[in-house]
Structure formats: structure tokens, C-alpha cells
């Protein structure tokens, strides 16, 4: 038997044993991960998990359902950070659009696509944060007062250090603001009218909080959500009057001494 051979085996054997602690996650992987400089998330992605530690090399570990683990020396922001840049993905305009149909602040946005939705776990946050992607989900319960288990539809099951109703509430809320985007947003190309986009999903967990979809897109309006898209887009392209100042300011200052 190869060693490729070997590495897929333990990780079939991994993915229908026990619960893996998300702090054990690097430690459980170690013997069946392959490194790629060049991985890229997609849809097919169940979750990218920071493994940054002084006993190797690596800072993150991509989990994905059509291959074996893979490690990278980027770190999981880095990694997002290229695939907004590759699919010129606004997070930042959406953000904020949520932030006022939702009238709060939002501290960890979600990653959101037609086909996944990454949702960043709660914890530390320098860079490296744990992402699960959300239509993979097959079932979320608590296995004890302050740790839940993540169970994903290909039988992995992670435990999480976070209280049940917390978690779940951070899963709904996720959901909500991928269902007003994809619902209200003209180039994502989904079924918007029955709200069934979430039957395409491998996981089982969307279709059990379908119902919180409904209730989302009735926060605002197709206007409505088109005017704050305006409106933050305007603001990307042009400062505000603060930044005109400031801007101008340094350009004075460039011309005197120059």
C-alpha cells in the first residue's frame, strides 16, 4: 500500500470515529494531511481551521470533501483574502449593507456565495480564523453546558468550545444574511421565488432552518436593498468630505516642499 493510500485510509478511519476537539484538530490530521502551496477554496470546502504552532511549518488546515486534508503556510484570512480577490467578492459593501438591515453591528461577516456559505467561528481573531462552511452542514448539538459538536454531512463531527444557543444563534444569523443577499442581489443566480436554493446542499442542517429564510427577506425591500448597494458602493468610489480634507491636505504639504 502507498503512502497516498495510507494517508486516505486514516482519514476515512478519522472521519467515522469519535468527535475531534477543534483544539486536537492539527494533532488528529497530522499523519493524513498533504501540503499545497497553492490550494484554493470552493464549494466543495467543508472548513479551514487554524493549526499555527511552533511544531511545524504550517498555519492552516483545509478540510474539503472531495480530497484529502491540506495543509498551507497561509493563514485561513489569507486564504479568503485571495478568493474575494479572484472573484471580486464585496465583502466589505455587503457587510455593511447587513450591518443596516439588520440594524447592528456585525463583528465576524460571513463569506457568502450562491453554492457555500463560510461561516467564521467564534474565538481570536488576528488572521487565522476557523471558518465551517455552513451547507455542510448536517446537524449542530451540545454535548455539554459550554461545548457543542459540528456534525458534517460526510461524518466528521467537531467539537467547538462555544455554548449551544450561542452557536446556533451565530449559525442563524449567518444564514439570514446569505439569504437576503442571494434573494435581493441580481447576480446570483438562484431559485429566489420558493426559497429553495438550500435543496442543492449536501447538508441536512439548512433545510431544518429553512423557514428562518422567509423571515429574513421580509426585513427590507428589493429598493431598499438596491439603494444601500448604491450607497456603499458610491462610498467605496468616492471619499467621504473628512478624507477630501485630509487628502488635500497632503497634497498642500507635497507642493510646498516640492
Not at 449551544?164 to 421565488?193: C, G, M, N, W
Not at 471619499?239 to 485630509?246: F, G, K, L, N
Request: hydrophobic share 35%.
Amino acid at each position: 500500500m502507498s503512502l497516498l493510500e495510507q494517508k486516505k485510509n486514516h482519514y476515512v478511519e478519522l472521519l467515522h470515529g469519535e468527535e475531534i476537539a477543534l483544539a486536537d484538530i492539527s494533532e488528529n490530521f497530522k499523519d493524513c494531511w498533504l501540503y499545497d502551496g497553492s490550494v484554493k477554496i470552493n464549494h466543495r470546502t467543508i472548513g479551514l481551521f487554524n493549526i499555527e504552532s511552533s511544531a511545524h511549518k504550517y498555519k492552516s488546515l483545509i478540510l474539503s470533501s472531495e480530497m484529502e486534508p491540506v495543509v498551507t503556510k497561509l493563514r485561513t484570512g489569507e486564504l479568503i483574502g485571495k478568493y474575494r480577490e479572484a472573484n471580486n467578492y464585496n465583502y466589505l459593501i455587503h457587510k455593511k449593507v447587513m450591518e443596516e438591515v439588520f440594524e447592528q453591528s456585525i463583528y465576524k461577516f460571513p463569506e457568502i456565495e450562491p453554492d457555500f456559505l463560510f461561516v467564521p467561528l467564534e474565538g481570536p481573531s488576528k488572521g487565522n480564523v476557523n471558518y465551517i462552511n455552513f451547507t455542510m452542514l448536517n446537524d449542530v448539538r451540545a454535548i455539554s453546558n459550554h461545548e457543542s459538536v459540528l456534525s458534517f454531512y460526510n461524518h466528521l463531527e467537531i467539537i467547538i468550545p462555544q455554548r449551544i444557543q450561542s452557536l446556533e444563534k451565530h449559525l442563524d444569523r449567518a444564514f439570514e444574511y446569505y439569504t437576503v443577499i442571494t434573494y435581493f442581489s441580481d447576480s446570483y443566480k438562484v431559485d429566489k421565488e420558493s426559497l429553495s436554493f438550500v435543496t442543492h446542499w449536501e447538508g441536512a442542517y439548512p433545510r431544518i432552518k429553512k423557514e428562518l429564510a422567509g423571515k429574513a427577506v421580509q426585513r427590507t425591500s428589493r429598493n431598499n436593498y438596491q439603494r444601500l448597494v448604491t450607497k456603499y458602493q458610491t462610498k467605496k468610489l468616492f471619499p467621504s468630505a473628512e478624507d477630501m480634507i485630509v487628502i488635500a491636505n497632503f497634497f498642500l504639504m507635497y507642493k510646498s516642499v516640492f
